[in-house]
């Protein structure tokens, strides 16, 4: 398809990453890439099922959440994976708080006994925190309910895994493990011109065939163009801020910088959910804004 630099998507744009991961047709990409994330505990997930990604408070004045992707496996345990493109505050406190919402639906049943099924939250980042700069080599973080004397799981059943790709700095000739092989692939695709041999396998084979531009209809290739447009903006306007001093250094953390940000933000076009997520202000705060 004319008009795009790269041959294949950009998997950290949300159209992108839909693509590949959040369509039936392609179901099979999603559990081979969760098979190899989590095959150290959960064996070998047989299928999925897609649920709805919009989910509602306990009241309507309750802060709704809308997950990137949200599906169970055959036994009824919940998977939500979340796509990150920019650093903002209180990301980790979202997951959480996106862990709740399958927990509450469990006790919709009737015969509930407090037994829950196990819940995955799933974090693919597009950057580091702050408080993990002194790990380059550390790219994965898997966090569970832990006893901090003995560091044994006290539960089991909530895990939640960070994934922060720009540490994973590995060549196609250095990857080991199948699971190298996906990291590489979400980090790189948009980069490549071709399929690598190292990657010459079935699934792979299918995802960059659905990943290829030129196989877009007149359709796909605009939904994608506006992803990728506002992925571009997004990280444009960061960058800038982030020169300006805005973002990072000393007015971290102050209102009045978080004010100037957003209405940086406002100008350059960011929606008003983005400039909640970079700032932590309100919706009620940036709407006065503007």
Not at 75 to 98: A, C, M, P, S
Not at 197 to 203: A, N, T
Request: aromatic share 12%.
């Amino acid at each position: 398809m004319s008009g795009f630099e790269e041959k294949y998507i950009n998997p950290f744009t949300d159209y992108g990453f839909k693509k590949l991961f959040g369509e039936e047709l392609n179901k099979d990409l999603l559990l081979d890439f969760l098979n190899e994330l989590l095959k150290e505990e959960q064996g070998q997930l047989k299928d999925l099922t897609y649920l709805k990604s919009e989910h509602l408070g306990v009241t309507d004045l309750d802060r709704k959440a809308i997950f990137d992707l949200y599906c169970e496996n055959e036994r009824g345990e919940k998977f939500i994976v979340e796509l990150q493109k920019t650093k903002q505050n209180f990301f980790k406190d979202r997951t959480v708080y996106y862990s709740t919402f399958p927990i509450r639906e469990q006790a919709k049943r009737a015969d509930w006994d407090y037994e829950l099924k196990a819940v995955y939250t799933i974090a693919i980042l597009d950057f580091v925190f702050e408080s993990d700069k002194a790990e380059p080599e550390k790219y994965r973080y898997d966090v569970k309910l832990k006893d901090i004397e003995t560091n044994k799981v006290f539960y089991d059943k909530l895990t939640f895994i960070y994934l922060e790709m720009p540490k994973f700095n590995k060549t196609v000739d250095e990857l080991e493990t199948r699971f190298d092989k996906w990291l590489y692939v979400l980090r790189n695709l948009n980069k490549l011109d071709r399929v690598p041999d190292k990657l010459r396998e079935q699934i792979f084979d299918k995802l960059f065939e659905t990943a290829e531009i030129a196989r877009f209809t007149q359709d796909q290739a605009r939904s994608y163009e506006d992803s990728l447009k506002y992925y571009r903006d997004l990280k444009n306007s960061l960058d800038t801020a982030r020169e300006e001093g805005k973002i990072e250094g000393k007015i971290e953390g102050k209102i009045e910088g978080k004010i100037e940000i957003a209405s940086k933000a406002l100008k350059r076009g960011l929606s008003i959910a983005d400039i909640v997520d970079l700032t932590g202000l309100t919706e009620e705060e940036i709407k006065k804004l503007k």
